[in-house]
């Protein structure tokens, strides 16, 4: 038999619980009678090089030369833009409302293309001279394994940023990516009477580009190519034992210290003629140390 009791209303139980009624107010309720603070002109000692706001969530949309080749995912936005000497502060909510017309008018698409447009109508409705996007998501592809073809599922963390300097009319494009990869000890593998340890490397890569014609091509396949092909191996999302087999001795014959991981992607990247400057760094999360071991290549071609 269920226990009853009379409860006080909903209004009664949050003054109980605090609530107080709302105080007669003084000041404006209409924005154009209101004080705005951050257009308040004066000397503000520095100008910024950029504020704004950073771990907006969005649905994006993605385009991919691997299967699915049209896919909706999360994006982690950071907007942001200069601010003058002269000027308190920026007008941030002009960034979501921005935001939110992109993705009325068309959906957010992750396109070179469309992040131009954005950035350069930001420092326009900002009224600043510079403006930039990133964001961050998850990219997922096809994956078949090695001996039985069976598909599954794959992700990336990647990246793509552009920032506009309306003074010079330039933009500035950035992408990035983090890839999971197998990795064996070549130490090991010299020293043991037989096998060898390995373990799960990840791989970083953020490039610095001359122009957006990279965006002709999927540079998210390949800045993956770049990783995944200079590994020990490769992961997969489903392997059966023959698929096992062929991943296991590939990775046994193609030894790979950290070090070796970032010289070799690195060269992959020195060979391409879109990239400008890049960032290589590989962290394994070794098997039978506490530690884990990391390396870093920075390079600028000019």
């Keep these: 038999m269920h226990k009853t009791f009379d409860l006080p209303s909903k209004k009664e139980r949050h003054k109980r619980f605090g609530s107080v009624p709302p105080i007669k107010g003084t000041k404006p309720k209409n924005k154009d009678e ?3 603070l951050q257009n308040t002109p004066n000397d503000f ?25 049209v896919q909706t995912t999360i994006g ?24 939110q017309k992109y993705h009325e008018e068309e959906g957010f698409v992750l396109s070179f293309e469309q992040l131009r447009r954005f950035t350069k109508e930001l420092a326009v409705i900002m009224n600043q001279t510079a403006a930039s996007i990133e964001v961050t998501f998850p990219w997922f592809f096809e994956r078949k394994s090695p001996a039985l073809a069976k598909v599954g599922l794959m992700h990336a963390d990647a990246k793509i940023s552009v920032t506009y300097d ?36 990840y791989v970083r890569i953020e490039t610095e580009l001359y122009s957006d014609s990279i965006g002709e091509k999927d540079w998210k396949k390949i800045l993956l190519e770049a990783a995944e092909s200079n590994a020990s191996a490769s992961l997969h999302p489903v392997l059966k034992r023959p698929d096992e087999k062929m991943v296991t001795e ?8 950290v070090e070796d991981m970032v010289r070799l992607v690195a060269a992959d990247l020195y060979e391409n003629n879109d990239i400008r400057a890049f960032t290589v760094e590989c962290r394994n999360e070794e098997s039978i140390h506490v530690h884990d071991a990391v390396a870093t290549i920075k390079f600028e071609k000019e």
């Design 45 to 69: 000692l520095f100008s910024i090089n950029s504020v704004g706001i950073s771990n907006v969530k969005h649905p994006v949309i993605l385009h991919s030369d691997l299967l699915p080749s």
């Design 76 to 99: 982690t936005f950071s907007l942001t833009t200069s601010l003058t000497q002269m000027s308190k502060g920026i007008n941030m909510s002009r960034l979501t409302e921005l935001l």
């Design 166 to 201: 309306q003074e010079t009319k330039q933009f500035t494009y950035v992408t990035g990516l983090t890839a999971a990869v197998t990795t064996l000890c070549p130490c090991s593998k010299e020293i043991s009477e037989y096998s060898a340890h390995n373990q799960r490397g």
């Design 250 to 257: 590939k990775a046994y014959e193609n030894p790979r210290f």
């Design 34 to 36: 209101m004080k705005d």
